[in-house]
Structures are given as C-alpha cells and as structure tokens.
C-alpha cells in the first residue's frame, strides 16, 4: 500500500515536472501511455487487466511492449517516469530506448531504471496473449498468418481467448483456421468432434493430431481419426496429382517455347537447325543484359527484353540464313551440319565475350512468390507467367501463320515452292523471314528461361534434343502437334520422375520417342496426302 | 517345294502356304483385278469405288483429266499407298493389300514412274543390272556375280532402248527421253508379268515415241501392260481398250473410238482437249 | 567402270566381294600409303635415339594410334552416310560401346592391384559398397569373351535399332535427330553409378592387355601398328561391300529409296545390314582406342563427339572411304594442335570447319582431288583431239 501511494505522488510529481518542462506534450497525448501506466500498477490483477486492454487497443506497438514486459526489458525511468525498452542488459550502463515513440535514448544506467515485473501467472497469460495478438491487427492477410501459425501451437489458456476472438472475426478463412486450430487442440485432449472439423484440413498439423489420435488407446477415436486420415490422403493425392500436372505443364511449356521456333524453321523450310538452342541462349542472354543496363528495375528490364530478345535473336537467325542457311537449298542433312558448326561458335563467341561462367537474371518481385490454392498446393508464380507467356506466343504464332499475308506466303511456299514463285511470292524472302521468325521466338524461350534457371553458354545445348524431339512427336509442321507433344512430354516426365528420378526419367521419354517414331514415323499429326509424300 | 525346303529358307517360313515365287493363277481370265476401292487424302476422295480387271495378256490404256487418280491408282497396285477399303488381287491367289513394295515387284509387276526415276549416280549398265530378275536378298546381293547370260540379257536389252554407246556413262547425264528409254529397259530387265507404265513418252521425240509404241505393243500379248498416258495420239497408236478414269472411278471403258464418242467423256475431258 | 572391275578368276567364289578390292587401283593405293606410314613410324621410333630431331617418341605413337581409331570411325560413318545416306549422329555411341566393352576387360585385368585390393571386384564398384560382380561383368575377365562383345554389343545395338527404324521408314532428317537421340540417352545413362559402368568416371588404371604391360613402349607400338590393321581390314571390308552389286543397291537407294523397292530389293534389310557392319567397325576403333588413351567414360557418348566424327568425313569427301581417312587425320590433327596452342579458338575453328565445308567444299578434299584429276583428263582429251 505504501509502495503504492508514494508510487502515486511520484508519478504525480514527475508529470508536473514533466508538464513543467513542456517536453511531454506529445507524450501525453500518446493514447499508449495510459495504457502502458496501467502496466506500471503494483497489483498483478490490475496488470493482468492492462494486458488485455493493450491487446484490446490493437495498438501496432502491443507486441513489441508485451514482449519487452515477457523479457523484463519493459522498465521505467525512476525519476522521469518515462517507459523505456531496454535493448542490451549488460554491464552498467544499458542502452534504451522510449517504449511510445521508439526513439533511442543512449544509454541509462540500472540505477535509474525500474522493471514492471511480472509473475508467474502473468507469464501464462503473456504467452497466450502474444500468440493471439497478431489476430487483432487489420490487415486480414496478417491476421490469416497468425491462424496459421497458431495450429498445433494451442495450449489450454489460449481457448478461452481465441473462441473470443473467432467469434469477433470477419473474415471467414481466420475464422475457419481458428476453428482448426482449437479442433487440433481438442482432439489432443481426446475429444472425437473435434475429428470431423479436422477431416477436411490438409495442413500438415491436422494431419500429425489425427495420426496422433490414431494411434490413441481409445478404439473409437482411433478408427474415426483413421477415417479422416484416409479422407485426408485421398485429397492429398489429387493435390500431388495437380501439383505433379503443374509441374509437367510448366516444363512442357518451356518445351513448346523452345521447340515452336523450330517446329516453323523445320516445318516450313525443311530445315534443322542445330544452332536454334544457341538462339535461345542469346534471348536468354538478352534477358541479362537488360537487367545490367537497367539495374535496379528488374521488373521493366524483364518487359523490355521481351521485344529486345525477339529482336537479337531474329536478326541472328537472318544473319544465318543470309550466310549460311541460303546456300544449302534441297540440301537438309548439310544443313544440320552448318547449323551446328555456328552453334558453336556462337557458343565459344558468348564464352569468349561474356564469360564461360553463368549469370543469374534476378526476378522482380511480382513474379516472385507463390499462389497458395490449399495447404498442400501451392504454384511458384515464375512458372504460371512462364506457362502464360508461352500460350500468349502460340496464339500469336497461330495468328500470323492464319491471318497475316506472311503466314499465307508461308504456308503457300511449305505447301509447293514452285507454284508458289511462279505465282509472284518472294520464296526467298518468305523464307528468310520465316527464318527469323522462328529465331526470334527461341529468343522469347531463352527471355522466359532466363526467369527459371541460370544464363550460361550451355544453355542452348540442353535444351535442342528436347526441342527436337518435342517437333518430331508432334509432327513436322504442325504447331498444334508442337504444343501437344511439348505439353504431354512434360507432363510424362514429372509423372516418371517421382518414382525413375530426374534422369532415368529423362532417358525413358528418349526411348519413348524413338519407339513412338517407329510407328508414328510422321509423329503425332502428320501432314497428309500427297504433298506429304515428296 | 518340301516343307523342310520351305523351313529351312527364312524367307518362306511364315507365307509358305502362299510362296511368294508361286506362278500367278490366270486361269480365271483376269491378272489384275481391282474391286471397290477407295483412298482419301484428307477428306479428298482420290479413288472412289474403283473397279478395274486387266486381263493376261492385255495392253490397256488408261486416261483421264489431272486429278483423275492415275498416279494413286498406280500407288495402290505397287503397295505405296493403302487403300481405306477395297480389293486388289494379283491372278486369283496374291491379295495385294497384304504385301509391301519388294513383294509385290518380286511377284512380277513392274512400274515405270511419271517422273523418270533412274539412279543418277550409277552407269547405265548398273541400272539395268541391278533392275534385273535375280536373288534379291542382301547376302546373294553382296557375293552377286553376273554369269555370261545375264550379261548377254543386259546387252540385249541395251541393244533394245539404243543406249549401248552410253553403257559404261553414269545414267544422270542422260537426256529426259533416253531416261525414259533406261527405265523402260529396268522394267524389261525385271521380266514382269504386268507392267505399269506412267507416261512413256512424256519428252520424246515423235520418232522416240514411235518405238515406245512399237515395243509396248510388242510386249503385249507376252506380258500385260497397263499405259497411263495423256497424249492422245499416243494411245490411239497403241490402244485397244481403253478406261477413261474421273474423280476417282471409271467413267468408260472400250475401244478407243467408242470412248471417244461417249458424251460423257467429251464433256470431262476429250471434249476440252478438242476445244483446246 | 563396274564393267572393268572383272575379279581375278583364282579367288574362291564365296570370298569374291572381300578379295575384289584388292584389285583396284584406289585400294591398292590406300594401302600402300597406309602400310608405308606404318613402317616408317615403326622405324623412326625404334631405330633413332630419344635425342634425335627425327625420333618418333612413345607419346606420338600412341596419338598417332588415336588417331587411326578415328580414321576407322570415320571409315565406319561414311560406309552409312556416303553410300547409303544415312546421316548417323550417333555412331560415338557405338564407338564407346566397343570402347567399354573393351575396358570391362582391361578392368578385370587389373585384378588385386586396384586401390582397395579387392581380387574380383573394380575399385569403383568397391567404393559403391557392391559386393558382387552385376550379371553383365561376367565374362569379361576372358579375352575372347570380350573381344566378342567389342564388335557384338555395338552390332546388337544397332540390329536392335536399325530393325525399329529402317522397317518403319524413318530416313533422312528424322533419323538423324533419332540417332543423336540414342547416343544422348546412352550418355545420360551411362552417368549414372547405378548403370554398374563406373558413372561420371568411367573404367580407368588399366594396367595390361593380353599380359602386356600398357606402360610399356612395345605395347603401345604394338596398339598403333594394331590399328593401322584394323583400318586397314575395315577399309577392305566397306570398300568389298560398295565394290559389289549390294553397293550398288545402297547408292542406288542412297538416291531413289522408293524405286529400289518397286525393282524388288529389300531396302530396309539392306540399310540393316550395312547399317550393323557399320556399327561393329566402329566398335572395334573404340576397343583399340581405350587402351591408347587409358580410359574410357561417357562423355564419348555425347552428340557432340558423334557429329564431330560427320564433319571429319564431310572434310575428306563422303562416298570415297578413304577421303573419311584424311578428313578424320587432318582434323584431330588440327585439334591437337589448336588445343596445345590456343584452345579458346578450336571451338572457333571446328565451327568454321563445319560451315566451311558444307557451304564451299560439298565433295571435301577427295572431291577436290578428283576434280583436279578429272580437269587433266579433260584438258588431254581436248589436246588429243583438236
């Protein structure tokens, strides 16, 4: 009692002071200081009642108070009365800083401070109150996190606490996590209602709880949570299902960017060229020096490279067939020889140029992270724009191959090349743009890859056997064929890869390829007819 | 042939019920016998319910505007191309549709193609000896030797087309005619009993053709041809009987003078060809 | 030309196809110069002193070695590219075949003088924690056993893939990029331990070969003249089968596929055949070079090697054989010195080859020589009748 009183004229005292020196105003006004008084109270019941009503305030400070009052670092200067935190409690003197305002406030010596303290109770109480204090803040997100963290994490004060607060919740989904989390609790404690809240959760804590409770001395419980187990992993295995089906698309999506450009250049001209993977490393490379010219901007150095690795790469791809690709007309195995021949020069000429080491293209931020579905499936956005962006250049590519006056003259020359001269097409330009064309969007394919692995000089190299195999199973000069087959053998190999391993699977596909040509020698949609026979 | 000659030769293992050197059974009348047969190429009817019989010894002339499925014809009778349905029998015993391209040539029919296909990089001579009736599996092809007779055979058949002077020259210096000439002497040198000729005198001369038509008719009789060709004057030279193919089927089929004034010929076809 | 080609009459009639080369004047030549070469390095290497300016040192033999197991190699793709247009990119995969089918024999040779001492077992397979040899070591400890498997594992592989692809018609392009598919594939997996060939590393520490220590000068003299006769016989071997009529039957399918087929010839049992006698010689140059250079691992499988071997014989001429020689000799002979001088430019300089090649020289070297020979001839025709 008398600690009490003097406490108050103390307190009395130094707000005069305080008020004397007019340095408080701010502080006064503070709404936190009340509460933080309330605090500095001598009895632990009225203590107990400021914790809550800081908890109540939603105050973005209260956490980091509680935590300072649950670490004894929440203290108050004896003369001033000012609250302070304490950063570091070592040695004499301790540095601070103003528990309202955060400002540091150098250093005090532990003479002049005095500790709110706390008991044991109070301890309990602090614990729980930490826990569930981040569902008090606005931001509905924030608040789902802290569900998410509270599962598995309940004890037996935190029930009384988060039934109230879920109650109060708006949002469904924290309401639905609390639920969770006070079921985990429950069943923990045996109880066999709390099974059927759980039945339909995926997280990994429910999960653990219900295998907990299955393996409980109590019949019932265990066959009904056995139940809800089985129900759990039947929804799980969907999930891996399209988890395993997003991960196939994605590398099938990569397949289809890599391999169109070539379905069109070896389609329309009967061309293979082996330096399209070289073509794609120069997109990818592109895609680097973007982000070197405009450092900082990650995010425009990603959109303007789009447009700029067409470019490179398509100028790239004219240059060879002015120089190379135009002199062994009719002449296919050949050209598979020349084309490889400036692969790898292209190759040592990057080596050479750049360096033999990789780069790394850093990905802006709103393409990092990821789309959470379920608690079990969640797809990395780099891929879903990856998968976007190679249907947004399908569509393209199906537009100009059936609407634009090149796609007609291509089709036309594909289709026969004599007619087609002798009705005033340009062969050799049509193929030239042709060419281009098809470098160009193995330089988008090296754009997008460069989001999903590392920029080297290889990196056109592990890419041109898949290419190929992608246009020869799906048929030459056949885009659909190309997306199909690209798309299907990327989903074939992530179905493989889990129980053969990445190479094994890797190898399995290749011998499916070569058995699938022997008989579908045409691939999977051949052209037909007559034409399709010279 | 003794079962345990047929086991023993690999080749005859699974068809010796049917060997393939097996005489051609002409005793019913017809060699070549086509029965409803039709192809489409995407949705295209190329051949639509087709009925053709060549009898033994026959020289039939088969024409037709572009289009009219010659050439598939052709494709379908050497196995290049499967029919979607339909019957094609070889005599009474061979079902083409069940063999490829070696068997059927090995049966004895023979095809000169519309474009001259002879093997550039190879002399004249080796053109005809490697068109010539012999063994044609790889082992007895790699120890193959030729004997004084088949060397005669190939001298004689030289003699026939006029290229002895040009023996020994690689067959890609050719002109387009004598090509024509070399691959008629491959299809003599197979001995064929029918012979499926694609436009003969495609780029011959009008004496050129004279021959062509001297030895088709020549042949005739001996062996049974089948002439697809576009030049009428031509066929009139050598036809007897003559089917007029359009849109894939007959359309008529006698003599040349009753096809030709068939009014339903002269509209598809002679008739433009006398407009034009 | 095929008429005057008339064998002499003495020769057994079944061996006819393989004695015929010997009585053309091209043959005749190759072998000639082929069994010069041999000698002179013989003696310049045996008879000079180390110090000599003219010594042929125990380290240029065994390149020199090398480099006939290319020329074999090459040999062995023009047999398939020149004469019967199939464009293999991935006779390396044979290659290496031979070449491990021969090191699993030079690996059981070692015996208990490996790291771990172990009397049976490979030391990488004792360092995996193996403890029993896999099913296909087995065997591999006799020499006769393994010299079988140089040339049958390569055929069956081919056999077993030429039967697939020929029978369905795959030619041209599509065979090509199949091949390379093949080699990649057998690249991928021979990386792996569990494959049971020694992973990323390979069979190495070869000690000896028939008895004979591989350290040794005499033996690795004795491995260089080896290959110069085992080029010798594949040469006479591919120049007997494109002498004979089926040489014939592979160009003329080589140019108008479909035709040989309406003349009653099996083009795909044909394409098989060579395609496997291809591949068995090919195998034999990867035996005799693994205990050349000491190891054998999978980067010989990889498509680069294999379409290197393409662009040797592009070099030289393709459909000539012994242009693939000169081409395979010329360009690890560039290599070796590119590597030992600049290596950052051979990648620049195969490059260049292969465009160079391809876009100005479609015959390669023999082609040019031939054009030189065929000029002359001309000009003497013209001078002789003016």
């Known amino acids: ?534 | 042939m003794s079962l345990l000659d047929a086991l023993a030769d690999r080749d005859r293992v699974f068809d010796f019920l049917v060997p393939a050197s097996s005489p051609v059974d002409v005793r019913h009348g017809p060699i070549l016998y086509l029965e409803d047969v039709n192809v489409s190429f995407d949705g295209f009817k190329a051949i639509n319910n087709l009925n053709l019989t060549i009898n033994d010894g026959e020289l039939r002339c088969i024409i037709g505007p572009n289009g009219a499925g010659k050439t598939t014809m052709m494709d379908i009778i050497t196995g290049k191309t499967r029919p979607d349905s339909g019957q094609v029998w070889f005599g009474s015993r061979h079902n083409l549709l069940t063999k490829n391209e070696p068997e059927i040539a090995s049966l004895g029919i023979g095809r000169k193609f519309q474009k001259p296909t002879v093997f550039e990089a190879l002399s004249v001579f080796d053109n005809l000896e490697l068109a010539m009736a012999a063994d044609k599996r790889v082992l007895p092809t790699l120890t193959a030797r030729l004997s004084g007779e088949q060397r005669s055979r190939i001298d004689e058949v030289l003699e026939t087309i006029g290229l002895e002077s040009l023996c020994g020259r690689q067959a890609g210096i050719l002109s387009h005619g004598q090509k024509q000439w070399l691959e008629i002497g491959m299809l003599l040198m197979q001995r064929p009993r029918l012979l499926l000729v694609d436009e003969p005198v495609a780029g011959m001369t009008e004496q050129e053709m004279e021959r062509t038509a001297e030895l088709l008719t020549s042949l005739a009789g001996k062996q049974s041809v089948v002439v697809v060709e576009h030049d009428m004057g031509f066929v009139r030279s050598i036809a007897r009987q003559v089917t007029v193919l359009h849109q894939g089927s007959v359309l008529a089929e006698g003599t040349m003078d009753q096809v030709s004034n068939d009014p339903k010929v002269i509209e598809v076809y002679l008739g433009a060809e006398e407009e034009a | 030309m095929s008429l005057s080609s008339t064998p002499s009459s003495s020769s057994p009639l079944s061996h006819l196809w393989l004695t015929r080369p010997f009585s053309e004047r091209s043959t005749r030549i190759f072998l000639a110069v082929l069994a010069l070469a041999l000698a002179v390095v013989t003696v310049l290497h045996l008879a000079l002193p180390a110090g000599h300016p003219l010594h042929v040192s125990s380290y240029t033999v065994t390149l020199l070695g090398k480099y006939l197991c290319y020329a074999l190699l090459a040999v062995a793709v023009d047999l398939v590219w020149g004469y019967l247009g199939i464009l293999s990119l991935g006779h390396g995969a044979f290659f290496a075949l031979g070449g491990y089918a021969m090191g699993m024999y030079l690996m059981r040779q070692i015996g208990d003088r490996g790291v771990y001492g172990d009397p049976v077992l490979p030391d990488f397979m004792v360092f995996l924690n193996w403890d029993s040899l896999p099913w296909f070591w087995h065997g591999f400890d006799m020499a006769w056993f393994a010299f079988l498997m140089v040339m049958l594992a390569p055929g069956l592989l081919a056999l077993l893939f030429g039967f697939l692809a020929f029978r369905s018609r795959v030619t041209g392009v599509y065979l090509s990029i199949i091949t390379q598919a093949l080699t990649f594939a057998l690249m991928l997996a021979f990386f792996r331990n569990e494959m049971g060939f020694g992973g990323n590393n390979g069979l190495t520490d070869f000690r000896e070969l028939l008895g004979f220590d591989l350290r040794s000068d005499a033996t690795r003299l004795g491995l260089f003249l080896a290959s110069g006769v085992a080029l010798a016989l594949g040469y006479v071997v591919c120049r007997g089968i494109v002498g004979s009529k089926l040489g014939r039957v592979c160009i003329a399918s080589r140019d108008a596929e479909a035709r040989v087929r309406f003349l009653g010839y099996r083009v795909e049992r044909v394409q098989l055949c060579v395609f496997v006698v291809s591949a068995m010689l090919a195998g034999v140059a990867g035996s005799l070079y693994v205990p050349q250079v000491g190891i054998i691992n999978p980067s010989e499988f990889s498509p680069l090697f294999s379409i290197e071997v393409v662009v040797w014989v592009a070099l030289g001429g393709r459909g000539t054989l012994y242009g693939a020689v000169i081409g395979a000799i010329l360009v690890n002979y560039a290599k070796t010195v590119f590597t030992g001088v600049m290596p950052d430019a051979w990648l620049f300089a195969l490059g260049g080859l292969f465009v160079v090649v391809t876009v100005l020289l479609p015959k390669g070297i023999a082609g040019l020589m031939t054009r030189r020979r065929k000029a002359d001839s001309d000009t003497q025709l013209k001078e002789a009748t003016p």
């Open chain 1, 1 to 534: 009692m008398r600690i009490t009183r003097c406490l108050t004229l103390w307190l009395l005292l130094c707000a005069l002071m305080l008020a004397l020196l007019g340095s408080a105003q701010a502080q006064q006004d503070d709404p936190g200081k009340p509460l933080l008084e309330a605090l500095a109270s001598a009895s632990y019941a009225a203590k107990s009642d400021a914790i809550d009503a800081i908890v109540a305030s939603g105050d973005s400070r209260s956490r980091a108070w509680l935590e300072a009052l649950n670490d004894g670092k929440l203290q108050q200067n004896k003369q001033t009365g000012q609250f302070v935190v304490v950063l570091a409690n070592r040695g004499r003197n301790w540095p601070v800083e103003d528990a309202l305002s955060g400002e540091p406030l150098g250093e005090m010596s532990r003479r002049e401070l005095d500790r709110i303290g706390i008991n044991n109770a109070l301890r309990g109480q602090l614990r729980s109150t930490l826990a569930v204090l981040d569902l008090y803040v606005d931001n509905p997100d924030a608040r789902l996190q802290a569900a998410n963290d509270l599962l598995g994490q309940v004890d037996a004060g935190m029930v009384a606490p988060l039934e109230a607060v879920r109650d109060q919740e708006p949002s469904e989904a924290v309401q639905e996590r609390l639920t969770e989390a006070l079921a985990i609790y429950r069943l923990e404690q045996g109880d066999a209602q709390a099974i059927e809240t759980l039945s339909g959760s995926l997280h990994p804590e429910a999960r653990a709880a219900l295998n907990g409770a299955a393996a409980s001395d109590d019949p019932a419980l265990a066959a009904q949570a056995k139940k809800a187990l089985d129900g759990i992993e039947q929804t799980l295995k969907i999930n891996r299902g399209f988890e395993t089906l997003y991960f196939g698309l994605s590398l099938g999506s990569v397949l289809v960017l890599a391999a169109i450009g070539l379905a069109i250049t070896f389609g329309v001209m009967g061309v293979i060229n082996m330096a399209h993977g070289e073509l794609i490393m120069l997109g990818a490379y592109t895609s680097w020096g973007m982000q070197q010219l405009l450092p900082g901007q990650p995010g425009l150095a990603v959109i303007l490279s789009i447009p700029a690795g067409f470019l490179v790469a398509g100028l790239a791809g004219v240059a060879i067939e002015r120089c190379v690709i135009q002199f062994l007309k009719g002449r296919p195995l050949e050209t598979l020889l020349a084309t490889f021949g400036v692969s790898l020069i292209l190759q040592q000429l990057v080596r050479t140029l750049v360096s033999p080491l990789n780069r790394t293209v850093i990905t802006p931020e709103w393409m990092s992270g990821s789309l959470v579905i379920n608690d079990a499936l969640s797809l990395t956005l780099n891929r879903l724009y990856v998968l976007g962006f190679a249907l947004l250049v399908f569509a393209a590519l199906m537009l100009v191959m059936r609407r634009t006056r090149l796609g007609l003259e291509v089709r036309a020359v594909t289709q026969n090349r004599a007619m087609a001269r002798s009705m005033g097409i340009r062969a050799t330009r049509v193929d030239m743009l042709t060419f281009g064309l098809g470098a160009g969007v193995a330089g988008l394919a090296g754009v997008a890859l460069a989001q999903l692995t590392n920029v080297g000089p290889n990196l056109g190299q592990s890419y041109i056997i898949d290419s190929f195999m992608v246009v020869v199973f799906g048929g030459v000069g056949n885009l659909w064929g190309t997306l199909v087959a690209g798309m299907s053998l990327g989903v074939i190999n992530q179905v493989l890869e889990p129980w053969a391993g990445a190479v094994l699977a890797k190898i399995i596909v290749l011998v499916f390829i070569i058995l699938f040509i022997q008989k579908r020698p045409r691939g999977l949609f051949p052209q037909k007819g007559r034409a399709a026979e010279g």
